[in-house]
């Protein structure tokens, strides 16, 4: 697997697994384009052959002058439990270990996604609080947190 930035050139492959797995509370097109262009941390997973299929990818924010917000993580549902959240979410937070003046990330998860939130707690992501009606269908979240 290779880990990479993404790029313009991604955004369609990117749009499309962001609504076939987010469906309603997915981003728009538009809201994607702008976190491309933007200084956020934007990376994806690809096989390493010439077509680089998709495999996932994840978004994070500086949302603070300490503080990283991952606000978009996603694996294909095909490839999931095959160690790829892991490594996506390993090489990201190698990433963001960069930046001397980072010392959390946060994140926001439904209540109900169990692999996601087991995937982050084995991160060191602990349970901050618990948000109502956060997701459109009345859903709750956990809001994580990780100290760097």
């Known amino acids: 697997m290779m880990f ?3 790029s313009l050139r991604d ?8 609504k076939r797995t987010f469906k309603s509370d ?3 097109r538009k809201l994607l384009q702008n976190l491309i262009q933007s200084n956020s941390l934007f990376f994806k997973l690809v096989t390493p052959k010439c077509q ?3 495999i996932g990818y994840v978004i994070l924010i500086k949302d603070d002058e300490h503080r990283f917000n991952l ?3 996603i694996i294909k549902k095909r490839s999931q439990s095959k160690g790829y959240g892991s490594l996506l979410l390993n090489k990201t937070l190698s990433v963001v270990k960069e930046y001397s003046n980072i010392n959390k990330v946060i994140l926001n998860v439904k209540t109900t996604n169990f692999k996601a939130i087991n995937l982050y707690k084995k991160f060191g992501f602990k349970i901050v609080e618990e948000i109502e009606d956060y997701y459109r269908r009345n859903e709750s979240a956990y809001l994580m947190e990780l100290k760097i």
């Open 11 to 18: 955004l369609n492959k990117v749009y499309k697994l962001e």
């Open 4 to 6: 990479k930035k993404v």
């Open 71 to 73: 606000i978009n993580f």
């Open 26 to 28: 997915s981003f728009s």
């Open 52 to 54: 680089e299929k998709l």
